[in-house]
T-cell receptor
Framework: NAGVTQTPKFQVLKTGQSMTLQCAQDMNHNSMYWYRQDPGMGLRLIYYSASEGTTDKGEVPNGYNVSRLNKREFSLRLESAAPSQTSVYFC???????????????FGPGTRLTVL | AQSVTQLGSHVSVSEGALVLLRCNYS??????LFWYVQYPNQGLQLLLKYTSAATLVKGINGFEAEFKKSETSFHLTKPSAHMSDAAEYFC?????????????FGKGTHLIIQP
């Protein structure tokens, strides 16, 4: 049982390049999330998916797109990377449909992205 | 709307001393409260969570936290610090008003253990 897995672990991009961060969970969870972590800022929600087939914007969605490919997988795409998107990106999942209050979120190991 | 304030971006304690990490929350409805720990270069791991069953919550690795509604606080404690406790700690809040996105995180407290 791997929990939440993310690929790649590290990535360096040049400004304007695009890439997709992959996330998968094997816990049969319904809700999935993408966060970014910046020094002194905690974690901020980028996008979330309350169930298979639905996605919604979080606190900081600009410059990103997401796809809930199926119940297991939730990808994050940067169409034209900018230096301000240099960050550590975490994917998380939780059991309930709709991210019910109190539902525990389980996190992946993160992707460290640098945009030059 | 919900928010979390963690007092002290860095806390330093001696090995064997009491650990106290402070968290205050703002929520218009009864909250659910979480503490997560992040070890260097790793993801977040749940330490404990409060869901209204009991005000004193025990978690993993000897940590516990007490929910105090009158003080809107959920401070994390451990009686005796160990070198392996050195990590970043995040307090988070979730309530019905938060919607499907669930968690709002504090900015984190870096715990340093002095030998």
């Amino acid at each position: 049982n791997a929990g939440v897995t993310q690929t790649p672990k590290f990535q360096v991009l040049k400004t304007g390049q695009s890439m997709t961060l992959q996330c998968a969970q094997d816990m049969n969870h319904n809700s999935m999330y993408w966060y970014r972590q910046d020094p002194g800022m905690g974690l901020r929600l980028i996008y979330y998916s309350a169930s298979e087939g639905t996605t919604d914007k979080g606190e900081v969605p600009n410059g990103y797109n997401v796809s809930r490919l199926n119940k297991r997988e939730f990808s994050l795409r940067l169409e034209s990377a900018a230096p301000s998107q240099t960050s550590v990106y975490f994917c998380a999942s939780s059991e309930a449909i709709g991210g019910v209050a109190g539902d525990t979120q389980y996190f992946g190991p993160g992707t460290r992205l640098t945009v030059l | 709307a919900q928010s979390v304030t963690q007092l002290g971006s860095h806390v330093s304690v001696s090995e064997g001393a009491l650990v106290l990490l402070r968290c205050n929350y703002s929520s218009s409805v009864p909250p659910y409260l979480f503490w997560y720990v992040q070890y260097p270069n790793q993801g977040l791991q749940l330490l404990l969570k409060y869901t209204s069953a009991a005000t004193l919550v025990k978690g993993i690795n000897g940590f516990e936290a007490e929910f105090k509604k009158s003080e809107t606080s959920f401070h994390l404690t451990k009686p005796s610090a160990h070198m392996s406790d050195a990590a970043e700690y995040f307090c988070a809040v979730s309530d019905l008003g938060g919607g499907a996105d669930g968690l709002t995180f504090g900015k984190g407290t870096h715990l340093i253990i002095q030998p």
